[in-house]
């Protein structure tokens, strides 16, 4: 006589089906963690800009950053002014049309900006613009 054990039945049953929900939640959690972190990657050095009315600004536009320390970046890597001169001349010899936001430190002498504002006038860029924070 075997002993049999009353009410489980062994049955195996081959699951032939992915289970989405862990993906479909680890995909949002991505999704979220780079909407977040986006704008924190496009700013690049802390400064504090001044107020002012404010335009639409070009989406592809290499960017000038002075900061409080007096300090300048290009595309949020130092650079000196000579090298700055020399790169945006022949950003500007390459492509005419090119545009260059400038953005400086509201704490910083104006002369550091006029220096970068003549920098892009000798090397013949015609679109700039200075970046401010909106009223």
């Not at 002993?3 to 195996?12: D, F, P, V, Y």
């Not at 000579?82 to 049309?97: V, Y």
């Amino acid at each position: 006589m075997t002993l049999r054990r009353l009410g489980r039945k062994k049955t195996s049953k081959v699951i032939n089906d992915i289970n989405m929900t862990p993906l479909i939640d680890l995909t949002f959690l991505l999704l979220i963690t780079f909407i977040i972190t986006m704008p924190a990657m496009e700013q690049g050095i802390s400064i504090r800009l001044p107020q002012g009315k404010a335009d639409v600004l070009p989406k592809k536009a290499n960017v000038v950053t002075v900061d409080a320390a007096g300090k300048v970046y290009l595309n949020n890597r130092p650079i000196s002014l000579e090298d700055l001169e020399r790169t945006l001349g022949n950003l500007s010899a390459e492509d005419p049309a090119v545009s260059v936001l400038v953005r400086g430190d509201e704490r910083i002498e104006y002369g550091k900006v006029v220096q970068v504002m003549k920098i892009l006038y000798k090397v013949k860029i015609t679109r700039m613009a200075l970046v401010t924070l909106s009223d």
